[in-house]
């Protein structure tokens, strides 16, 4: 089939190497515009746009995909279907209707679970065990739309956001070649989602990134893991930001008080509601990230400091 691709952060590029050795043309890329980026805001193409710069493929950076010369570059190009990866910006009716066979978006949840811009940083914050991937027909509704298929992926005890986006995005990528594959075939029969089930995965905010020492461990351990790598878990102590890493709860050590650190030889305790979690690499502002154990040593800790 003749596509056009949408989509903008790095995420995408499994989805496009896949679909560029699958036989589909790809005649061009739709992405965010240029973003101001490093200490001198240069601005820099997305991941995305600068895949089909590699390649000589046509990069369209409309701010919003409802402007008229974007739609008129749609309707000239002529795709058959405009696959989907974390594109970043709400496609209006005017532009869903153009390709002959529609939108179609690869969402990485069971859908209707988790609808919206962070389902993967959600599945974790939440616990959930099994998460997975869809392919769905894109609509005027957030993740609304009829679901050609779907797989699943277990989430793992120590899974981060980016550990598990990461194999998500590899195996979506198979799935979305097979739909689209099945679409040009014409025998991809799209199933309405179920109305029970629905949840809502909002982009995750710094201040959600904010770690609650007064959680119980658990909660504690997901919060960081479900925001790594992005926004960053982060505290405080003595008035300035600490970005943390993952931890790693503990069962059999002495209490703490919520967010009361504990410097022993090799390790560093931070307390909970429950049980102490051990620290794992922590960044200071302006600093490199560096093992707790190394960044207490450095900052000489007094007893009974706590992160706030």
């Known amino acids: ?65 409802r402007e008229p010369e974007f739609l008129e570059r749609l309707r000239e190009l002529a ?47 939440h616990g959930d065990e099994v998460t997975g991937a869809s392919v769905f027909e894109l609509e005027a509704g957030m993740d609304t739309g ?19 986006l990461a194999r ?17 075939a014409g025998t991809a029969r799209a199933h309405p989602q179920p109305a029970d089930g629905v949840s809502m995965a909002p982009k995750i905010t710094v201040e959600d990134a904010r770690v609650r ?7 504690v351990d997901r919060r960081i893991r479900a925001c790594t790598p992005a926004p960053g878990a982060w505290t405080t102590l003595r008035d300035e930001r600490l970005k943390l890493g993952p931890v790693r709860p503990v069962a059999n050590a002495a209490a703490l008080a919520p967010g009361e650190l504990l410097v022993e030889r090799s390790q560093v305790l931070a307390g909970t ?20 154990s190394d960044w207490a040593r450095g900052l000489r800790l007094n007893p009974g400091e706590t992160l706030l």
Not at 273 to 292: C, D, S, W
């Open 1 to 65: 089939m003749r596509l056009i691709f949408a989509g903008t952060p790095e995420v995408t590029l499994p989805s496009l190497d896949a679909l560029a050795a699958s036989g589909h043309e790809i005649v061009a890329v739709v992405t965010r515009p240029d973003a101001p980026a490093g200490r001198g805001r240069r601005l820099v193409r997305s991941p995305a746009g600068a895949w089909a710069d590699e390649r000589g493929i046509e990069v369209l950076t409309p701010q919003r995909p």
């Open 273 to 292: 509601a429950t049980t102490p979690v051990i620290l794992g690499e922590v960044r200071a502002a302006g600093k490199k990230p560096m093992p707790a």
């Open 79 to 125: 795709p058959d279907c405009v696959p989907v990866v974390a594109y970043g910006a709400l496609v209006p009716p005017s532009a869903l209707e153009i390709p002959k066979h529609g939108w179609v978006n690869l969402h990485f949840s069971l859908l209707p679970a988790w609808r919206g811009a962070a389902p993967v940083q959600h599945a974790v914050l």
């Open 213 to 219: 020492w007064t959680d119980p461990a658990f909660a």
């Open 146 to 164: 009829p679901v050609y298929g779907t797989l699943t992926e277990q989430i793992r005890a120590t899974d981060t956001s980016g550990d598990l």
């Open 168 to 184: 998500l995005a590899t195996e979506g990528a198979g799935l979305l070649v097979a739909v689209l594959d099945a679409i040009e």
